[in-house]
């Protein structure tokens, strides 16, 4: 039986809310498609790659979460490990639906290092876990 630390319960259970934000925006960019929401061809674009990237990377942020756990990481490293990822999900999609709302818009606000900030986060736990569940061995 997979038992999880408490900190990988509470990461996991902000995602899982945080994926009620996905199937919104899911939603939304069905009526973008549809012409129901007037949309630029950025925003658009925008759109789908926001939405693309908070699915894959929840799904994977729930991966890093349990694989955090088969590592002795703690402290700092483990919560980049466990966080990082999930952070990602959140943050660089934030960025690319805040950088290009407003009517008409076709050009990404200053919301786009929003993306950027997602990008490293994402790096980090990524690099940080693997580096971790390479240095583990029982």
């Not at 900190?7 to 009620?20: E, K, N």
């Not at 002795?72 to 805040?98: D, E, N, S």
Request: proline share 2%; no cysteine.
């Amino acid at each position: 039986m997979l038992k999880l630390s408490s900190d990988a319960a509470w990461v996991s259970a902000i995602l899982l809310l945080a994926t009620i934000g996905i199937e919104f925006g899911g939603t939304f960019l069905m009526q973008v498609i549809r012409g129901a929401e007037p949309a630029t061809e950025f925003q658009l674009a925008y759109a789908r790659a926001g939405h693309g990237h908070a699915g894959v990377f929840a799904t994977l942020g729930l991966v890093t979460v349990i694989l955090t756990d088969a590592t002795q990481l703690t402290g700092i490293a483990g919560w980049v490990a466990r966080a990082g990822v999930p952070a990602a999900a959140i943050l660089l999609p934030a960025g690319f639906f805040l950088s290009s709302a407003g009517a008409g818009r076709t050009k990404a606000n200053r919301a786009v290092g929003l993306i950027w900030v997602g990008a490293a986060a994402f790096t980090a736990g990524v690099v940080t876990l693997a580096i971790g569940l390479l240095a583990y061995r029982r």
